[in-house]
């Protein structure tokens, strides 16, 4: 997949003088939208989780002409938020949070060829941080258990 470098730099930077802001709305709307995230944070220290999340962002935009920096650094990434109890189907939540905040931030700014960026962005990152994730079966099966039970009807 092909990315466009020049339009996530552009749009980042006009975000980045915001970027204590960002992270805090980036959070209120995971949490606002998908109040089932909010447990993985639970003993989180939110003003940290908001430093890592900007370390990440610039990041991936600083290193998106080295692919094989940004590879390793997004591989090592998947590996810790398995730690951390992340499973795949968080990351369209947080991709979904993401794309919501920068929208906010950018206003005018966010044009269908931006959000196209950062949705091709988002996935490329996902792919590469699940290639880095090593999820066992049982972590798999007990996810699907959980999302079964979520799924029945209240008695």
Do not use: C
């Not at 960002?22 to 639970?42: D, G, I, M």
């Not at 938020?81 to 499973?87: C, Q, R, S, T």
């Not at 880095?132 to 039970?149: H, T, V």
């Amino acid at each position: 997949m092909s990315l466009n470098v020049e339009l996530l730099e552009t749009s980042f930077g006009k975000v980045k003088p915001h970027a204590n802001e960002f992270a805090s709305s980036f959070y209120t709307n995971l949490f606002t939208t998908y109040p089932e995230a909010k447990p993985l944070f639970a003993n989180t220290n939110m003003e940290e989780q908001s430093k890592k999340l900007l370390a990440s962002l610039v990041l991936v935009v600083e290193n998106l002409r080295k692919p094989a920096v940004l590879s390793d650094s997004l591989k090592g990434l998947g590996s810790r938020h398995v730690k951390y109890g992340a499973l795949p189907e968080h990351y369209p939540l947080v991709g979904n949070a993401l794309l919501m905040t920068f929208e906010q931030f950018l206003k005018a700014d966010w044009t269908p060829e931006t959000k196209q960026a950062w949705v091709d962005a988002y996935g490329a990152i996902t792919e590469i941080m699940l290639d880095g994730a090593d999820y066992s079966a049982e972590d798999l099966n007990l996810d699907a258990q959980a999302m079964a039970d979520k799924m029945k009807p209240d008695s």
